[in-house]
């Protein structure tokens, strides 16, 4: 009987009830994008024009209200472990589960033109947001050896915070900068510190137990250049020094590239290991791109549009998503370390998706590019969503509590 599925067992543990959301919440957000890219190139279905424009709420509710659930439901697992403190008990995870699916659906339904519900989306997002970062916050400041993967992380969703809260702004008073400041601050200042410092701290430690030999390389002033870098690049955007921007992307290319050759595994790894490496090298491809664009604009040239953003995105953020909620899932399931069948399909089909992302930014059907790129988005997550919410409603393999 208890091996059925049952919502009851989602509450058992963070990384549970809110790695369910945030699959949920991929589906869902992602569903409505294709739809409108569709609709805005072949006309299919007469949606409405949200109150925020798709493209910018598409961006918003991505950053946000789609990987969010996922970094709250890993941060607020492994922060007690990082810090030797006691586990969290539902009362202090179960409210931010409840405002970040709450909130992105209320979003999603403000933009089939419920004005009113995109207010609300964005209250329940603040809530469960705040609510979130107040535990991490609590934690870091018991740790008295203030563990510096914890303050990175800790930071970076602070940052997040503040980032939402312009959105939920610009909701009220219609001024374009809020939200353009927003979308920048929840990819420099959010989702690339988060990403790295997770990666900085977690894959050599990974390695380290399947690879024999195998020699960690994850020094402390790399966390603080690769701050440095990314929020001078995100200061730039915000004053609109786009031809400048090369100089810290540069430097982001070289930590990425730095810490990637350290910290490859000579020897043979399993599956489960190399997605993640093989992730984590769109990073310095993003940044790449991002430094290549900073230079044309230099000579009076703008090009690539969004293929940057995209590859950083879908590649690094996209490809890293499953590799490493995969890795979790399994290992806090009870069941192998090992990287099957339906997350291989999710993973070679996001870096097809991604490529067409890149491509649909030089190409004269730009939309109908991105459209196909969306629903490409959909055919890999579907399956792997389905496998691992039902291990999110089913108990541990091995038996024991969690």
Same mark, same amino acid.
């Given at each position: 009987?208890?091996? /059925?599925?049952?919502?009851?067992?989602?509450?058992?543990?963070?990384?549970?009830?809110?790695f369910?959301?945030?699959?949920?919440? !991929?589906? /869902? *957000?992602?569903?409505?994008?294709?739809?409108? @890219?569709?609709?805005?190139?072949?006309?299919?279905?007469?949606?409405?024009?949200?109150?925020?424009?798709?493209?910018?709420?598409?961006?918003?509710?991505?950053?946000?209200?789609?990987?969010?659930?996922?970094?709250?439901g890993?941060?607020?697992?492994?922060?007690?472990?990082?810090?030797?403190?006691?586990?969290?008990?539902?009362?202090?995870?179960?409210?931010v +589960?409840?405002? @970040?699916?709450?909130?992105? @659906?209320?979003t999603?339904?403000? *933009?089939l033109?419920?004005?009113?519900?995109?207010?609300?989306?964005?209250?329940?997002?603040?809530?469960?947001?705040?609510?979130?970062?107040?535990?991490? =916050?609590?934690?870091?400041? /018991?740790?008295?050896?203030?563990?510096k993967?914890?303050?990175? &992380? $800790?930071?970076?969703?602070?940052?997040?915070? &503040?980032?939402?809260?312009?959105?939920? *702004?610009?909701?009220?008073?219609?001024?374009?900068?809020? @939200?353009?400041?927003?979308?920048?601050? +929840?990819?420099?200042?959010?989702?690339?510190?988060?990403?790295?410092?997770?990666?900085?701290?977690?894959?050599?430690?990974?390695?380290?137990n399947?690879?024999?030999?195998?020699?960690?390389?994850?020094?402390?002033?790399?966390?603080? $250049?690769?701050?440095?870098?990314?929020?001078?690049?995100?200061?730039?955007?915000?004053?609109?020094?786009?031809?400048?921007?090369?100089?810290?992307?540069?430097?982001?290319?070289? /930590?990425?590239?730095?810490?990637?050759?350290?910290?490859?595994?000579?020897?043979?790894?399993?599956?489960? =290991?190399?997605? =993640?490496?093989?992730?984590?090298?769109?990073?310095?491809?993003?940044?790449?791109?991002?430094? !290549?664009?900073?230079?044309?604009?230099?000579? +009076?040239?703008?090009?690539?549009?969004?293929?940057?953003?995209?590859?950083?995105?879908?590649?690094?953020?996209?490809?890293?998503?499953?590799?490493?909620?995969?890795?979790?899932?399994?290992?806090?399931s009870?069941?192998?370390?090992?990287?099957? %069948?339906? $997350?291989?399909?999710?993973?070679?089909?996001?870096?097809?998706?991604?490529?067409?992302r890149? !491509?649909?930014?030089v !190409?004269?059907? $730009?939309?109908?590019w991105?459209?196909?790129?969306?629903? %490409?988005?959909?055919?890999?997550?579907?399956?792997?969503?389905?496998?691992?919410?039902?291990?999110?409603?089913?108990?541990?393999?091995?038996g024991?509590?969690?």
């Amino acid at each position: 009987m208890d091996a /059925l599925p049952s919502p009851r067992f989602l509450a058992n543990a963070p990384h549970r009830l809110l790695f369910f959301i945030g699959a949920a919440n !991929v589906l /869902l *957000a992602m569903l409505w994008w294709a739809l409108w @890219l569709v609709d805005a190139r072949w006309h299919a279905f007469a949606f409405p024009q949200p109150r925020v424009y798709a493209g910018w709420l598409h961006a918003v509710v991505m950053q946000y209200q789609v990987l969010a659930p996922f970094m709250f439901g890993f941060l607020l697992t492994v922060f007690p472990r990082w810090m030797g403190q006691l586990e969290l008990r539902r009362r202090h995870y179960v409210p931010v +589960g409840i405002g @970040l699916f709450g909130g992105q @659906l209320l979003t999603l339904v403000g *933009a089939l033109g419920f004005e009113r519900c995109l207010h609300a989306g964005a209250v329940l997002t603040l809530l469960g947001w705040a609510c979130g970062l107040f535990h991490l =916050l609590r934690l870091a400041w /018991l740790d008295r050896g203030r563990n510096k993967h914890a303050l990175s &992380c $800790a930071a970076a969703m602070s940052f997040g915070l &503040c980032g939402f809260a312009l959105y939920a *702004a610009f909701l009220h008073v219609p001024d374009a900068r809020l @939200l353009e400041a927003s979308i920048k601050i +929840g990819t420099f200042g959010l989702l690339l510190p988060v990403y790295f410092t997770v990666a900085h701290r977690m894959f050599p430690f990974f390695a380290g137990n399947v690879v024999r030999g195998y020699t960690a390389w994850r020094p402390e002033w790399m966390l603080a $250049a690769f701050w440095a870098c990314a929020l001078a690049h995100l200061a730039m955007e915000l004053t609109q020094a786009l031809r400048w921007t090369w100089l810290p992307d540069l430097g982001l290319l070289a /930590l990425s590239v730095a810490w990637l050759w350290r910290n490859w595994p000579r020897g043979p790894m399993p599956r489960l =290991l190399r997605v =993640l490496f093989l992730g984590y090298a769109w990073l310095p491809v993003a940044m790449a791109l991002y430094a !290549v664009q900073s230079l044309l604009r230099l000579g +009076g040239i703008d090009m690539l549009g969004r293929a940057p953003a995209h590859a950083l995105f879908v590649g690094f953020f996209g490809s890293l998503l499953v590799a490493m909620v995969t890795r979790v899932t399994q290992g806090h399931s009870g069941r192998p370390l090992v990287f099957g %069948g339906v $997350a291989t399909f999710a993973f070679v089909v996001i870096q097809c998706v991604c490529v067409m992302r890149i !491509v649909a930014e030089v !190409v004269p059907d $730009a939309l109908a590019w991105q459209a196909a790129a969306a629903i %490409g988005w959909l055919l890999a997550f579907l399956p792997w969503v389905l496998r691992s919410t039902w291990i999110y409603l089913t108990p541990r393999a091995d038996g024991k509590p969690g």
